[in-house]
């Protein structure tokens, strides 16, 4: 017996059926829009409602048959899935003044089957704007905010359950606790669905797939396309198995020789190919859809190298993957009927992408370089075989070392297919909108220290976020402070969907980590427009700051990056943190925050930024606590060895967890 996922649009939503396998529980996943006829005859032993971008109260809300929740069937609804059933059960959804994107305490009633063996009062992700502000008749609230804002009710009776947060995601602290508490006490599931299962179903899937044909793997040397390569390679046949690495220009340094070593391991002939100048030089057809439901519209990009928009960049260098494979399947003389292209595409790269193996209802947070327009319909000529898309980044880990990879492989941190490419903020002006100025007036107000906190502001909002370290006083101990709005644009995920936001930046004499940590979170929290907090290390900044250093994916920038990713990847493998630090990506970020504000002349340096990332899911993450899981040593040796890259500005700490900021900035 299974349960179903209903699939609101979640990017959280395949966590669920993650969690789920994780407890041996089959799964099966449904559009939200599935009806309660089509359920009946399928025996599920439960039914999951998955978060969603989406207003219940909205007109584009997606359907949604409520009869499913008189069904008899336990129902746990999450996020949206919350809404849904307080609208079922006549209660009241209303719109939040202050969103709530992060991790934050609740008060649970644990005498409730779903809270049991949890803490009274634990921690959780919570991400929406709407929430629920009455329950109705049948119903008992049973868990809360520290305000009072509800985050969970039941009716344990009939078996439905709802919680605001997200109980998937590891941010979530007792998230699998509540999950085996409703598959195991409340619906009466059996855990009887094991990972060697699904090895065997991958291995299964490969070899019906190319059949008597070739597999050409594009391998980037990183984790997933090593365990594709081998997975492939078990299933067909090492002699069956064309391994191609293309080094599109955009590696790390001494990147390509490194994969070259690490694949002849694995017993792969490997096939390398220099495309770097056709990379810079390639351009895409990039087709939109307009909003007013007209017909959809196409163009020609520009040459990669002159290209500032990030969706296109992505888009550029993933069709370029596949015209240079194309290439050279016909310079190996191989016919392109004979060959399945696989690939290492992870649920996370679908989800954020938005495709429809895996969500089609999710909402698109970028582009992975493995699944732009041409993949899919290489896919949907069934050319491509993707063995790892159920699984996720911990999950591949696990199933390499299982197939005999060794550790230096499959502990490698992450490195995204585009390379350094994606790593650039390219920009030809600085992102400043209509609304940067108040926007930055109220970032600096946080730092004035003779503003008066009215509770009904959002810095009384913010002075209340950080009651748990003193609230706005508690700044002092930073001693000279300052806070401004940088020019640029980063992307984030709140709410369950994408946003392009502003950056702030913090600078101080005596930074104490983890307030700053606490203030970072608060100020996504109060103010929607800013997605990503940093610390700037030098000299107190103070704003505004609105001159970028015009930034295209040039040899000189590329350099610069390399070098300095070079600084702080060689760091982390000194002092062994590749492992606790589970990805720890290094962005070229265009500001000289030295240069004269009353200049005109042309900046020339750039920042460079740190951004730590612990995770188990690679979905949901925090940062590296300097003192804590990072060194403060270690980080001053970083920031010296960047600092002495020449064209450096100064050197950035990202703040942020995700939500709201991506792992990437772009």
């Known amino acids: ?89 006549g209660g009241t959804v209303g719109q939040q003044t202050e969103r709530q994107d992060g ?109 008597d044909k070739l597999a050409l793997v594009l391998v980037s040397g990183g984790v997933d396309s090593a365990v594709c390569a081998a997975l492939v390679g078990l299933a067909l046949g ?100 004979d060959v399945f292209l696989a690939q290492g595409t992870l649920r996370p790269d679908l989800i954020e992408s938005a495709s429809a193996l895996a969500s089609g209802a999710a909402d698109a947070i970028k582009t992975h370089h493995n699944d732009t327009a041409l993949v899919r319909a290489l896919r949907d000529l069934g050319r491509v075989v993707e063995p790892l898309k159920d699984y996720h980044k911990d999950e591949v880990r696990i199933l390499g070392r299982e197939l005999g990879l060794p550790d230096d492989v499959v502990g490698r941190q992450p490195f995204p297919g585009p390379g350094l490419a994606i790593r650039v903020l390219c920009a030809a002006e600085p992102y400043v909108c209509d609304d940067f100025d108040e926007t930055n007036a109220f970032l600096a107000s946080v730092f004035a220290s003779d503003m008066p906190a009215d509770d009904r502001s959002k810095l009384g909002a913010v002075n209340k976020a950080l009651a748990d370290v003193g609230g706005l006083a508690a700044l002092g101990t930073l001693g000279e402070r300052a806070a401004t709005l940088l020019p640029v644009r980063t992307v984030g995920v709140q709410g369950d969907g994408r946003t392009y936001s502003y950056v702030g930046c913090i600078s101080c004499a005596t930074p104490q980590w983890p307030l700053l940590m606490h203030l970072a979170k608060a100020i996504t929290r109060v103010c929607h427009n800013i997605n990503r907090v940093v610390y700037c290390f030098g000299n107190v900044v103070r704003g505004p700051v609105k001159r970028i250093t015009p930034t295209l994916l040039t040899p000189d920038v590329l350099g ?83 600092s002495k890259v020449s064209g450096v500005s100064r050197v950035l700490f990202d703040l942020t967890a995700k939500p709201p900021g991506t792992t990437e900035w772009e």
């Open 238 to 337: 090492p002699e069956r198995v064309i391994a191609l690495h293309i080094d599109n220009g955009f590696m790390r340094l001494n990147e390509s020789s490194t994969v070259e070593e690490s694949l002849q391991r694995l017993g792969l002939k490997l096939h390398v190919v220099d495309a770097s100048e056709t990379f810079y030089h390639g351009t895409t057809t990039i087709t939109q859809k307009p909003k007013d439901g007209s017909d959809p519209t196409s163009f020609e990009t520009n040459a990669l190298c002159t290209v500032t928009e990030p969706e296109h960049k992505r888009k550029i260098i993933g069709d370029t993957f596949m015209k240079v494979a194309e290439s050279e399947t016909a310079r190996l003389k191989l016919k392109p009927e």
């Open 560 to 642: 610069q990056l390399r070098k300095a990713d070079a600084v702080v990847n060689d760091l982390l493998l000194r002092h062994s943190l590749t492992t606790t630090l589970s990805q720890v990506p290094v962005i070229s970020v265009p500001i000289d925050l030295d240069a004269d504000p009353a200049s005109t002349e042309t900046t020339t340096k750039r920042c460079i930024a740190i951004r730590t990332f612990i995770t188990s899911d690679f979905m949901t993450g925090i940062p590296a606590t300097p003192g804590q899981e990072l060194g403060v040593d270690v980080l001053s040796e970083m920031v010296a060895g960047i």
């Open 103 to 211: 991790q934050h305490p609740i008060l649970v009633e644990t005498d409730s089957a779903l809270y049991k063996d949890v803490p009274e009062k634990t921690l959780v992700l919570l991400t929406h704007g709407d929430t629920v502000v009455s329950v109705g008749d049948r119903f008992r609230v049973t868990a809360k905010t520290q305000s009072g804002t509800i985050t969970g009710f039941e009716d344990a009776e009939r078996k439905l359950y709802a919680v605001q947060f997200h109980p998937e995601v590891t941010l979530t602290v007792n998230g699998h606790d509540m999950f085996r508490n409703f598959l195991f006490d409340i619906a009466g599931c059996v855990a009887d669905c094991t990972i060697e299962d699904r090895r065997q179903r991958c291995i299964a899937e490969v070899r019906e797939t190319v059949g």
């Open 1 to 89: 017996m299974s349960v179903c996922i209903l699939d609101a649009g979640s990017q959280y939503g395949k966590l669920i059926d993650r969690v789920l396998r994780e407890l041996c529980v089959n799964t099966d996943l449904q559009p939200l829009s599935t009806s309660a006829a089509d359920l009946k005859g399928k025996n599920y032993k439960a039914i999951v409602i998955s978060g969603g971008p989406n207003s219940v109260y909205a007109d584009d809300a997606p359907s949604f048959d409520e009869s499913i929740f008189t069904m008899g069937i336990p129902v746990l609804g999450i996020c949206y899935g919350m809404q849904l059933l307080s609208k079922f059960a």
